[in-house]
């Protein structure tokens, strides 16, 4: 919906953002090919937009303006499901709400997000799946 203008749409919000596009969205929002190297792809839209960005995918990769990319490792491809990005979206705005940074929101979001599959089965997961995993996941972490 933003095509071209996301720079500056984003650009221009006062409050903290975070895009959490998969690959087909992220081509959508103008971003580099992710054909080579896909933390400089992220970068990119990163200065673009000053946002946190997110890019799902078997290495889910978190940028933000003047930070060193991160990169999580952990999940599969259960987490490509509908509704499963809406369940990431939702964990990363409880984190900030709770005072955490954007960027850190993000990362650990997409990493308790993935950790949510060690309490599921191999195969035949929907969204509202991860979304009761998420305490076992998260007692998980902190004990």
Do not use: C, Y
């Not at 997110?54 to 990169?71: D, F, H, M, S, Y």
């Not at 491809?77 to 509908?82: G, K, N, Y």
């Not at 195969?123 to 902190?142: E, F, H, K, Q």
């Amino acid at each position: 919906a933003l095509g071209g203008s996301l720079g500056e749409v984003v650009a221009d919000r006062s409050a903290p953002t975070v895009l959490t596009p998969h690959e087909g969205e992220f081509a959508k929002l103008g971003g580099p090919s992710l054909d080579g190297d896909r933390i400089a792809a992220v970068v990119d839209v990163v200065a673009r937009t000053g946002a946190v960005v997110l890019l799902k995918g078997q290495n889910t990769i978190v940028a933000a303006p003047g930070e060193l990319p991160r990169v999580v490792i952990n999940g599969d491809q259960r987490l490509a499901t509908a509704g499963s990005g809406d369940v990431l979206a939702g964990v990363i705005a409880a984190s900030i709400s709770g005072g955490a940074t954007p960027f850190d929101a993000a990362t650990a979001g997409a990493w308790l997000h993935a950790a949510t599959l060690d309490h599921l089965p191999p195969t035949g997961i929907v969204a509202s799946d991860l979304i009761d995993a998420l305490p076992a996941a998260r007692s998980s972490v902190l004990m």
